[in-house]
Nanobody, 117 residues
Framework: VQLQASGGGLVQPGGSLRLSCRAP???????????MSWYRQAPGKKRELVAT???????SYGDSVKGRFSISRDNGKRTSYLQMNSLKPEDTAVYYC?????????WGQGTQVTVSS
């Protein structure tokens, strides 16, 4: 498995979760040079881009999560994180991490996030 995603679960509206994505089989230089992203897919909907972290330290977010979610990375641990605050029921989805190196995409197995009271 190239990417291992974890941290999903059931949370009440307004709560927080932190997702992690490890790339244990990726050498450090490759990970550091990669673009790390988080996507999500809700039932019946297309997969959408949530957040991206470039190798140069730039971050970008989907409009629906701006101001609530934060992406970060620890290259030494070969791990990407997605901090999700002020969660809403519409954030319910399977969240996938992605590593892009050049034109090649690597995907994690997905972790379920359910926001419900």
């Amino acid at each position: 498995v190239q990417l291992q995603a974890s941290g999903g679960g059931l949370v009440q509206p307004g709560g927080s979760l932190r997702l992690s994505c490890r790339a244990p089989r990726t050498i450090l230089s490759e990970f550091s040079a990669s673009v790390m992203s988080w996507y999500r897919q809700a039932p019946g909907k297309k997969r959408e881009l949530v957040a991206t972290s470039t190798s140069g330290g730039s971050e970008s977010y989907g409009d629906s999560v701006k101001g609530r979610f934060s992406i970060s990375r620890d290259n030494g641990k070969r791990t990407s994180y997605l901090q999700m605050n002020s969660l809403k029921p519409e954030d319910t989805a399977v969240y996938y991490c992605n590593r892009r190196r050049g034109s090649v995409d690597y995907w994690g197995q997905g972790t379920q996030v359910t926001v419900s009271s």
